[in-house]
């Protein structure tokens, strides 16, 4: 059963750098100060009255957990313990940076109950880190996933495509790595320009050119299939909408409210366009919960391909990665994962 996530937002707490695009309020719509015990202990019981029989998972999302002192980190820590003993929670998660995650911190963090880390790494390509101002390497980030994944715990990663001298062939190289380093699950944040930041001042005198939202998507599908193809969970795509997070705080990059829809349908649309031909009038068949994607955002899957699709219908039987082609001639299961080759240069 998917556990409820409680959150607790510690935007910008404990982190000792201002990276080039980062305004961790805005991004978390909070105003960076720290929970109380007290505040923890009432919202955990809130939401246990919400969540029926689900396990609930609370996670400290922004800031970097482990940078804050021991007893900062013992603060946050410390009232979840009696919730743990009894079963209310069921893991803790938290975030921080590569380069301050050692064996010896993710065992102190394994003994307080936290089950998964997620680590932003944002780029496997050093020159693109010292661009972004991150202050790590990506060796660092291999050697936190590895002690995250040696201690017993879930490895996340953190990814940002299109930061300052970024390219397709970099972020691909990035995913490829981390990957190949251990992560369990991806979260794919294409870069945003961010007003107030020296990103936002860099794109002003044209030192900086974004991902375009069209080419965002192009190369988060080529990224999510990647991730697909390895069998690794990719959780997120773009910065989730919130009370910070708008248009007016955000003023150029590839960001949709619901971006993670829009490159899932990419997938499907690009499959369907090189499986059907237009003006067949097929009949598609996919996954009931991905009805939605397969049609795209005001059908525009169905309208893109000159009455190449008829109607899309519901087939339980199918796997959430297939779509099944049926027209007079033919009926054939594709899948998005196998049956669709990107090139780099698509994007």
């Known amino acids: 059963m998917k556990p409820v996530t409680v959150p607790f937002f510690i935007s910008h707490q404990g982190c000792p750098h201002t990276c080039v695009f980062c305004d961790q309020r805005t991004i978390s719509g909070a105003d960076g100060i720290l929970p109380t015990a ?34 900062t980190q013992s ?29 010896g911190r993710v065992r102190w963090l394994s003994q307080r109950g936290v089950r998964t880390i997620e680590v ?27 002690c995250i994944t040696s201690g017993g715990l879930k490895a996340g990663a953190q990814l940002m495509p299109g930061l300052p001298g970024d390219s397709p062939e970099s972020s691909l190289s990035s995913l490829e790595q981390v990957i190949s380093a251990g992560a369990d699950f991806l979260r794919i944040y294409p870069t945003v320009v961010l007003r107030g930041t020296a990103l936002a001042r860099s794109y002003a005198v044209g030192e900086f050119t974004p991902l375009s939202t069209e080419r965002g998507i192009s190369l988060c599908a080529l990224l999510l299939q990647r991730a697909m193809r390895s069998g690794i969970p990719v959780i997120r795509i773009g910065l989730q909408a919130d ?22 349908s990419r997938l499907y649309a690009d499959l369907i366009r090189r499986v059907v031909p237009d003006g067949t009038g097929a009949t598609l068949y996919c996954h009931p919960a991905r009805l939605s994607d397969v049609i795209g955002m005001k059908r525009d ?24 082609v049926e027209t007079q001639a033919m009926t054939v299961t594709y899948s998005i994962i196998t049956d669709l080759n990107y090139s780099i240069h698509e994007v």
């Open 301 to 324: 899957s169905m309208k893109s391909h000159a009455g190449a699709v008829a109607r899309v219908l519901p087939d339980a039987a199918l796997a959430p990665e297939e779509v099944k």
């Open 243 to 264: 009370a910070g997070l708008d248009a007016d705080s955000i003023l150029a990059g590839c960001w949709h409210p619901a971006l993670g829809q829009l490159v899932r």
């Open 38 to 71: 007290e505040q923890i202990r009432d919202r955990i019981s809130l939401w246990r009255t919400t969540a029926a029989e689900r396990p609930l998972e609370v996670a400290f999302f922004g800031g970097t957990f482990t940078a804050l002192s021991e007893d």
């Open 120 to 146: 932003g790494v944002q780029s496997m390509d050093n020159a693109v880190l010292a661009a972004s101002g991150r202050g790590h390497t990506a060796e660092d980030s291999v050697h936190a996933i590895q």
């Open 75 to 103: 603060a946050l820590l410390d009232p979840l313990q009696p919730f743990l003993r009894n079963g209310t929670i069921a893991a803790v998660r938290i975030s921080t940076r590569p380069d301050y995650l050692d064996a």
